[in-house]
């Protein structure tokens, strides 16, 4: 939903140069510098514009022109997408942990509306999307700390039902461009999940991390881009990771 205050007009020119770089030349013919728009989350946020008559001139690269969308926000280069299970085998002090875990993960990404954009799918005795597409630290920390444990699941593996609403709820809907990550913090991996992450990992890479220390499994290695599966105390590693995948 989007709403213009005033009425901005802008009018977007691509000149293609012959050494094979893109210019983007805005327009700006009115005075008006707010535009609302609801984010996922369903809130009011305000954009700024330049309030003075001009025209910006500014080379830019053509991966970022095809980023560019109608409200004029570039899309991020990434989807990052956090799996967790919340099912009974993984309990409550675990699932606590877990939360505990990915809140100092945000703290030390560098997210942003250019970088990267944040999902989380929680499965249990249901699989829901619990929030989309988010890309400000302080809001997605406030939603990591709010999401509920459900418990449920009666010890099956539901791993491959969240990779199938990720691909069809997040990442079908991304930029082609756009780098896909997937970690999946869980205590259980089975056959039809292994079957999922191997269609799954020709367009994303997957991250496996063990749901508490103690854990561990040989079977995580086959959902894993790397071969290998982590603990949540390997966070340096993972943050590694995860700039050399986005990178």
Same mark, same amino acid.
């Given at each position: 939903?989007?709403?213009?205050? !005033? ?51 500014? !080379? ?53 509306? !250019? ?133």
């Amino acid at each position: 939903m989007c709403s213009l205050l !005033n009425i901005l007009f802008v009018t977007f020119i691509l000149v293609y140069n012959l050494n094979g770089s893109c210019q983007l030349t805005t327009l700006v013919t009115s005075e008006t510098e707010i535009n609302l728009y609801m984010d996922s989350s369903g809130s009011i946020q305000k954009e700024y514009y330049r309030s003075e008559k001009s025209i910006i001139t500014s !080379n830019i690269s053509e991966k970022y022109v095809k980023n560019f969308v109608k409200t004029g926000r570039a899309t991020p280069t990434t989807e990052l997408i956090f799996m967790i299970d919340s099912s009974t085998s993984i309990g409550q002090l675990n699932f606590l942990m877990m939360k505990s875990f990915l809140v100092n993960l945000v703290n030390l990404l560098k997210i942003n509306k !250019n970088s990267i954009s944040l999902s989380l799918i929680r499965y249990g005795k249901t699989t829901d999307l619990v929030f989309h597409s988010l890309f400000e630290t302080s809001s997605i920390v406030t939603k990591l700390m709010g999401i509920e444990y459900i418990g449920g699941g009666g010890g099956v593996c539901n791993v491959h039902k969240a990779l199938r609403l990720a691909q069809t709820k997040v990442l079908d809907k991304a930029a082609k461009s756009s780098k896909k990550v997937v970690l999946i913090l869980t205590n259980d991996i089975c056959d039809q999940a292994i079957d999922e992450a191997k269609k799954f990992k020709s367009f994303a890479q997957i991250i496996p991390i063990a749901s508490s220390s103690s854990f561990s499994c040989d079977l995580f290695k086959f959902v894993s881009t790397t071969g290998k599966y982590y603990q949540m105390s390997d966070i340096t590693t993972i943050i590694q990771l995860i700039d050399k995948m986005i990178s």
